[in-house]
């Protein structure tokens, strides 16, 4: 079977500032002649000043989100074309906050991923379930229908899934090493390609980062709070390394 390369991916969600660009700098290091790729999604207002900056380095750079259309009357909207033309090479879409707080649905989560990849984007579509799904025992169903429903209708696309439990997201919980497991195990054999990157999400941390990256069918992380500083995220890329 075709190794899958690891991608450590952080999500800055509604953080960051100009003087956080100091942050990806001390990251230099850590990512320098790694076997695997990292990637950082910023806000908005400093993804290009990211990108133009840190061109040099091996660090990739990508938006949180992107508008379906590619370009029209939406106040506030970013396309995914507009991502592609300032250097982005990734998007996340379908993450567990704008489906609850946008109530955005598969479907529009899909068409987000068709048209970041029309770009030239490599979407990391999110699925997950909430703590009420999970205790009900509906959590494999809930994440094959939200997986069913939001890939994109592309021949051979090129995108990444990341599987991150909702009640797990920015509350210290972390789901056990065996129902990452079986989620992942699970996903891998529901998907029709087998070499997608399957990422775990919900507190990854330098202390059990390594746990989680050993396992068969995780292939890498998306990492929200321990992204936004470098000490915490370097931890975490190392575990990628060992």
């Known amino acids: 079977m075709t190794k ?4 450590i991916a952080g999500n800055w969600k509604m953080n960051g500032l ?3 660009l100091d942050e990806i700098k001390q990251l230099e290091a850590a990512t320098a002649h790694a076997d695997y790729d990292v990637l950082i999604c910023p806000p908005f207002t400093i ?3 990211c990108i133009w900056q840190f061109s040099k380095t091996t660090i990739a750079f990508g938006g949180q989100d992107c508008h379906t259309q590619k370009s029209g009357a939406f106040t506030g909207d970013i396309s995914a074309a507009m991502l592609k033309d300032i250097g982005a090479t990734y998007v996340i879409v379908g993450h567990s906050e704008r489906r609850q707080y946008h109530r955005e649905t598969s479907a529009v989560v899909k068409a987000k991923a068709e048209a970041a990849l029309a770009a030239g984007l490599t979407p990391i579509i999110c699925v997950g379930e909430t703590k009420e799904q999970r ?3 509906k959590q494999y169903d809930v994440v094959k ?3 069913a429903a939001s890939l994109p209708d592309v021949a051979n696309a090129d995108f990444v899934i990341a599987y991150e439990p909702v009640w797990a997201i920015g509350t210290g919980l972390v789901a056990s090493i065996d129902d990452i497991a079986t989620m992942h195990n699970t ?4 998907i029709e390609v087998k070499t997608t990157r399957l990422l775990y999400g919900g507190s990854v941390k330098g202390t059990n980062a390594k746990d989680i990256l050993s396992l068969e069918n995780v292939n890498g992380a998306l990492v929200g709070g321990a992204s936004l500083k470098a000490k915490d995220f370097a931890e975490i890329i190392n575990a990628a390394r060992s």
């Open 18 to 20: 100009k003087a956080d």
């Open 187 to 190: 996903i891998r054999d529901f």
């Open 145 to 147: 229908e939200q997986i």
């Open 47 to 49: 993804l290009p000043m």
């Open 4 to 7: 899958i390369r690891t991608l």
């Open 135 to 137: 205790e009900a025992g």
